[in-house]
């Protein structure tokens, strides 16, 4: 079946508005129902609009899943334009702002949305080219931050350098596993052993 094309709005405030409103229903439902069992029907109703008006402003589920992903990376890419915009030395100011990311990584909420988005791009390879597009956005603004004048790191090899940032991702990644099967886990108790872990790997070994 062709996609539905989204139409153009006169009012691109009240459009944002709308917009937002469908992100926040469609990531309830997949939250509750998974992606295959929230339908346009059950987001409809949670958005508390038809399904015909859905789709003057997005063209399917996969495209409603695109902007959620585009949302995330936008919140955290203005994390890493505070840690480049901060006068203060790289390695004390992403240690600091380890709180905000540990923070973010363990919320269940968020947490449930990124574990149903992961199990559909084992299914649909779509969503994994999207999750993974987002990923490579995501390293390659790391990787830039890293190799500016204000790290410490920034002479490693291209080898060394990658490495560094996937295990810096896999910490916080991980984080969303280790909350899911150890729910009393605390913010503090990571933070102790994440903050001089983090500071490692930011510094020449």
Do not use: W
């Not at 038809?50 to 997005?58: L, T």
């Not at 931050?145 to 080898?159: F, N």
Request: net charge negative; proline share 3%; charged share 30%.
């Amino acid at each position: 079946m062709a996609e539905k094309i989204t139409k153009r709005h006169a009012d691109p405030a009240l459009a944002e508005a709308r917009r937002g409103q469908i992100l926040i229903a469609a990531a309830d439902c997949f939250r509750r129902k998974g992606y295959h069992g929230a339908g346009m029907a059950e987001i409809s109703k949670t958005a508390e609009m038809s399904a015909g008006h859905i789709y003057n402003y997005f063209a399917s589920k996969e495209a409603i899943i695109e902007a959620i992903i585009e949302r995330d990376m936008e919140e955290m890419f203005s994390i890493f334009q505070q840690f480049e915009d901060h006068p203060d030395d790289l390695v004390s100011v992403m240690t600091e702002g380890a709180d905000e990311g540990v923070e973010h990584s363990m919320d269940k909420e968020q947490g449930a949305l990124q574990l149903e988005m992961l199990a559909e791009a084992a299914r649909n390879p779509k969503v994994a080219f999207l999750l993974q597009q987002s990923d490579t956005h995501a390293r390659d603004k790391m990787r830039r931050l890293l190799t500016g004048e204000r790290s410490l790191i920034k002479d490693v090899t291209d080898k060394e350098l990658d490495g560094r940032i996937n295990v810096l991702f896999a910490m916080f990644g991980g984080l969303l596993l280790r909350t899911t099967l150890y729910p009393e886990l605390q913010k503090d108790t990571i933070l102790l052993a994440l903050k001089p872990a983090l500071r490692t790997l930011l510094m020449p070994f």
